[in-house]
């Protein structure tokens, strides 16, 4: 009979004394996985994570990038990596939304994995061109209402989490909006300062220099309430009641891994997100500190995906393969 190795280490595991187990790991360093570029939100995020993790675990914590395909290519890798708690993945708000807009992956977004904690929430800023006729939100609907679309979004690609985002809002005002999709990178921003596309659907970090420089207008933020590293910005929620939308990133480890392990990580999340360098750090990249137990981000993305697969299927968004 052929012995399936994990089921094995989840047995051995299982078997030892939970506490022994935690004092004992890790006993090698700690990868921790992301899928995005270097310089990027989640690479800033995860070296600050690694950075606290390791004098946490008093063992190296090395971040690695395996970017591609939204960030699927690092998951991936992480959910068929053996589940000993030396191999973790910063997840984005992105997990959801490709389990949402792919037809099939190559893992199971939910059971595949052993969440451990959010780290950050943030919300999405909806801005234009300083110059821009519309001085609302209420102003840029009316707009796209008398030239149905002709008013444009931009968005980091198809299937973006700022792609739904715009086909959200488009929905909720109940008119049509022309998306205008890049592959990442400053072009989105660059578009709508250069006139080439009415709306930036984006995060606060990159809103916030060109909104601080005078070059684009925010017309709101997609919190319920007003962020606090944009003052001044209206919620959307006060034009279109009920709106508000999150993103978000968060720690996970493949499933299997030991429950004493993940109760470690977590408890040491929770922790380095009270330091105030943390705070300040985070603060400054437009997000917020963001604990959670493992249950409550397992729901989390459970919700999250139902939401977008909702978006999906209501604006008639082809899914890809």
Known sequence: MKINRRSLLAWLTAAVSPLALAQSWPGKPVQLVHGFGAGGNADVIARLVAQKLQDALDKPV???????????????????????????????????????????????????????????????????????????????????????????????????????????LAGTAGVQLLHIPYRGGGAPVQSVMAGEVDILVDTPTVALPHLQGGKLRALGVTSAAVWPTLPGVVPVAQTLPGFEVHSWLGLAAPAGTPAAIIQRLNKDVQQLLQRPEVIKSLNQSGSAPSYSTSQDMQEMVQTDIARWRSVIARRGIQLEN
């Not at 998951?75 to 990596?81: E, G, L, P, Y």
């Not at 943030?122 to 209402?145: G, N």
């Open 62 to 168: 090395v971040v690695e990038i395996k970017s591609g395909a939204g960030g699927m290519i690092a998951t991936n890798a992480v959910a068929k990596a053996e589940p000993d708690g030396h191999t973790l993945v910063m997840l984005t708000g992105a997990h959801t939304v490709s389990a949402a807009m792919r037809k099939t992956l190559p893992y199971d977004p939910v059971k595949d994995f052993a969440f451990i904690s959010t780290v950050t929430s943030f919300p999405f800023v909806i801005a234009v061109r300083a110059d821009h006729p519309a001085k609302t939100l209420a102003d840029l609907i009316q707009m796209a209402k008398a030239s149905s679309g002709k008013i444009s979004y931009s968005s980091v690609g198809v299937g973006s989490t700022q792609h739904l985002v715009g086909e959200l």
